[in-house]
């Protein structure tokens, strides 16, 4: 039973330059999630998904990022003309339900480099 | 808004020493809680959870009692191992808003 799959891994852009960040739920689950981590940092919420809705995105910034899961595919979250401010890592996790009380799955996450 | 506060690291232990590492948060309703574990460049794991009060969740020696009158979840182990040396995330989730809050981690290293 896979779990939770995030590509790249490691993802270096220049400034101004776009980044794509792919995260596949565990099967079965409908719930995604995004986290963004600072160096040296705990995990800060970015953004909640189910399939072609956005539930909650009070964690994202208001201006370059976006973040969607389609009916069909990976959820993405994007980030345009990234700055040096954007390196961190990524984090995806899925749930099968959305409850409070259900564990949220974690990906590998990727570690994106502003150059 | 909701919060969580972990025990300022890093931690440094002995092989077979206790571990504690405090967690207390704030929150309004009934949060289930959370701890994570983060070794070495990958993600998240789950290693316990409680989701109401006096509940213990317990997982590789692991264990932490969801103590409402303290607002606490500390993580003890009563005999640690080199394979612990991680990073430890409290987090919280609460019914209301499925997003988990996080503490700042606290950076484990047991020694031989």
């Known amino acids: 039973n896979a779990g939770v799959m995030q590509n790249p891994r490691h993802l270096v852009r220049r400034r101004g330059q776009e980044a794509r960040l792919r995260c596949s739920p565990m099967?079965?689950?409908?719930?995604v999630y995004w986290y963004r981590q600072l160096p040296e940092e705990g995990l800060k919420f970015m953004v909640y998904?189910?399939?072609?809705?956005?539930?909650?995105e009070s964690g994202m910034p208001k201006e370059r990022f976006s973040a969607e899961f389609p009916k069909e595919g990976p959820s993405i979250l994007r980030i345009q003309q990234v700055v040096r401010g954007d390196s961190a890592a990524y984090f995806c996790?899925?749930?099968?339900?959305?409850?409070?009380?259900?564990?949220?799955?974690f990906g590998p996450g990727t570690r994106l480099t502003v150059l | 808004g909701n919060s969580v506060t972990q025990m300022e690291g890093p931690v440094t232990l002995s092989e077979e020493a206790f571990l504690t590492i405090n967690c207390t948060y704030t929150?309004?309703?009934?949060?289930?809680l959370f701890w994570y574990v983060q070794y070495p460049g990958e993600g998240l794991q789950l290693l316990l959870k409680?989701?109401?009060?006096?509940d213990k969740g317990s997982n590789k020696g692991f264990e932490a009692t969801y103590r409402k009158e303290t607002t606490s979840f500390h993580l003890e182990k009563g005999s640690v191992q080199v394979s612990d040396s991680a990073v430890y995330f409290c987090?919280?989730?609460?019914?209301?808003?499925?997003?988990?809050?996080f503490g700042q981690g606290t950076r484990l290293t047991i020694n031989p």
């Open positions: 929150a309004t309703g009934y949060p289930s």
């Open positions: 099967k079965g689950h409908s719930h």
């Open positions: 987090a919280l989730s609460d019914l209301g808003a499925q997003k988990l809050v």
């Open positions: 409680a989701t109401k009060a006096d």
């Open positions: 996790a899925s749930s099968p339900s959305g409850a409070g009380t259900d564990t949220q799955y």
């Open positions: 998904l189910q399939k072609e809705n956005i539930i909650d």
